[in-house]
């Protein structure tokens, strides 16, 4: 093919030339500001020349397509075999059957039940070596070998199957605190699984390392990596004490991560799990082999409200993993976190995959990222910030031990307190619930079924556990209270905007504050074009609340803004709050009777629980 000339027409830019351009752009500030900084301490740059020594990460095989997983967690041994076989027949490639009290059981799991395998896997080609992976719950590690024993009585070579049987008693402990046998028995116990199913002649992998526990408590990046690692190693230990070769024992090991919706902090994650496990390798004296890393969209991103926006965050989450090396993704379905999935999510989850890999293409290419100089220095730094962290777990006995002395879990905590922090001052978002709210959206339906939170404690708590929960959470509870007072009184809790001057004037502001009360399911009411005084007092009492909030430009809140308070309160305005810092005016507009200011970067909860306690709420 011949050239194409199209770079040629334009000049060579240089980094001193783009410098300029974004100190001209950001008007005075320094370009320090263009920085981020992640919940590890990595500093990100707003510009990083290409990594010209950078080499492929070795992960999937070059030209293969990952593995389209769908979850299975409806205990309803028909239902569960009908939704398999309709994702098989519809774009997926296997499916992961989820357990009660496993890691990903978020509301909903299946019983360990033979007669329940035997049911949902009906007319399922097994043999065919149709990916199956299995998270395990306490109570479910006889599960593995009742699907083995299913696998056996309808005359399949074992080594015809594909099962990642994801035994995980450690993830089990950071997800529950508990598990029915105790760690170094835990050990014994995985070695003496993992050996009879090698025996029968199974291939597995028969164990995972999951970095989600940790993922889904709020850990960063690094503590989810070093987490997983740190079990991964304790597995491939207990096994080759068990008697299997440690060759061996460490193909019998894969890795299971959260995808979220940073798009390359997971890139540089699924790509950096490989480094590290191929370090954990040499240092075993091992030649390093690509470990099988599987992806699924991660829990606490997904939200209730405004759930579709679930379906934009999942395929970022989708294509990161994919991008980064992932051997199987699994989406989770976008209405996951209002109730059980119906078909209709299901099958939006499913096709998400499907086009990233027809239409996108995106498995053709090996290691995409490679070269960047973004998301290599992203890999290498949480490479180091991961393997500082697993080493002090090895420090404080290994991931069993840390678990049981609380260190993980407090390590954990604080990252989790810092993000709770930024999203409750709405610096980091969810788009549909902490900004852009549609409070009339619609319920979207979800299946019928019992949850799975109602079975017993099989043993004495061991730790506390890292419990699984959304970012969305604090907000959507606020939106409950206003549904609350919606069905007590007719319709929800308002304010008024009022907005002075010219829309150039207000725009920004009313934007901002319709967007903040929203949130916290309070309707915003703002008027369409510009007002006039006694135009938008007119609209003031024709709303019928008591809460005003003043919206427009630090130059018109100086020329009229203490005036229009008055006004307000003359009204019958009994709340006022103005849409931005306090400025110059701050004083008279105090005096005035101003109650509060809202800004960017507030805690959004303080206004929200001062604004409901006026409404006895």
């Not at 194409?4 to 008007?27: G, I, N, S």
């Amino acid at each position: 093919m011949a050239e194409l000339p199209l770079a040629r027409d334009f000049p060579a830019a240089d980094e001193a030339e783009w410098k300029a351009l974004v100190e001209e752009a950001l008007k005075g500030a320094p370009l320090a500001s263009l920085r981020s900084e992640t919940y590890d301490g990595i500093v990100i740059e707003p510009l990083y020349a290409r990594a010209q020594e950078a080499r492929v990460v070795p992960g999937r095989t070059p030209g293969t397509p990952w593995a389209v997983m769908q979850r299975v967690e409806i205990a309803d041994p028909a239902a569960a075999n009908a939704q398999i076989l309709e994702d098989l027949n519809n774009g997926a490639n296997g499916f992961s059957l989820v357990f009660q009290g496993s890691i990903g059981d978020y509301g909903y799991g299946l019983p360990p039940s033979e007669a329940l395998l035997k049911d949902a896997l009906k007319d399922v080609h097994l043999e065919w070596g149709v990916p199956i992976e299995l998270q395990l719950g306490p109570r479910c590690k006889d599960a593995a070998l009742m699907l083995a024993n299913h696998v056996q009585q309808r005359g399949i070579a074992p080594s015809d199957v594909n099962i990642r049987f994801g035994f995980d008693p450690i993830g089990v402990l950071a997800a529950n605190g508990w598990n029915n046998v105790i760690w170094p028995d835990m050990s014994n116990v995985l070695a003496g699984l993992a050996g009879e199913l090698v025996d029968q002649g199974f291939t597995g992998p028969m164990a995972a390392g999951d970095g989600r526990p940790v993922h889904a408590a709020g850990g960063s990046e690094a503590q989810e990596l070093a987490f997983a690692l740190s079990a991964a190693l304790a597995y491939v230990r207990a096994m080759h004490e068990g008697g299997i070769p440690l060759d061996a024992a460490r193909r019998l090991i894969f890795f299971r991560l959260a995808a979220d919706q940073n798009q390359f902090l997971t890139i540089a994650k699924f790509r950096a799990i490989r480094k590290l496990w191929s370090r954990v390798e040499e240092a075993c004296g091992l030649t390093p082999e690509p470990a099988f890393v599987a992806a699924e969209t991660a829990w606490r991103m997904m939200t209730k409200r405004d759930p579709h926006g679930n379906i934009v965050r999942g395929t970022i989450a989708a294509l990161a993993a994919s991008v980064g090396g992932a051997n199987a993704v699994t989406v989770l379905p976008f209405s996951a976190a209002v109730g059980l999935p119906d078909a209709f999510a299901r099958r939006i989850a499913r096709n998400t995959q499907t086009i990233l890999l027809e239409e996108s293409n995106l498995y053709r290419v090996a290691d995409p990222s490679a070269g960047s100089g973004a998301i290599e220095s992203l890999t290498d730094q949480l490479c180091r910030m991961s393997w500082w962290f697993f080493q002090k777990i090895e420090g404080w006995g290994g991931p069993a031990e840390a678990l049981r002395s609380g260190r993980i879990q407090r390590a954990v905590a604080r990252v989790r307190a810092e993000r709770e922090t930024k999203i409750a001052h709405r610096i980091e978002s969810l788009v549909g619930t902490t900004d852009f709210p549609d409070l009339d959206e619609a319920e979207i339906p979800v299946l019928d079924a019992f949850p799975s939170w109602a079975w017993d404690n099989p043993g004495e708590r061991m730790a506390e556990p890292l419990h699984p929960s959304r970012l969305a959470t604090p907000f959507e509870e606020w939106r409950m209270i206003s549904n609350l007072y919606l069905a007590g009184h007719g319709d929800r809790p308002k304010i008024f905007l009022a907005c002075l001057g010219r829309p150039a004037d207000f725009n920004a502001r009313a934007s901002f504050a319709k967007s903040l009360f929203e949130a916290g399911g309070i309707e915003a009411i703002a008027p369409e074009t510009a007002q006039s005084r006694d135009e938008m007092l007119k609209a003031f009492k024709a709303s019928g609340t008591l809460f005003a909030c003043l919206c427009s430009s630090d130059k018109v809140y100086d020329a009229e803004g203490a005036d229009a308070v008055k006004a307000l309160a003359k009204a019958g305005a009994k709340h006022i709050y103005v849409a931005g810092k306090p400025g110059a005016s701050e004083e008279a507009l105090r005096s005035a009777g101003v109650e509060a200011f809202v800004s960017t970067g507030a805690n959004a909860h303080t206004t929200f629980f001062v604004l409901y306690a006026h409404l006895g709420y």
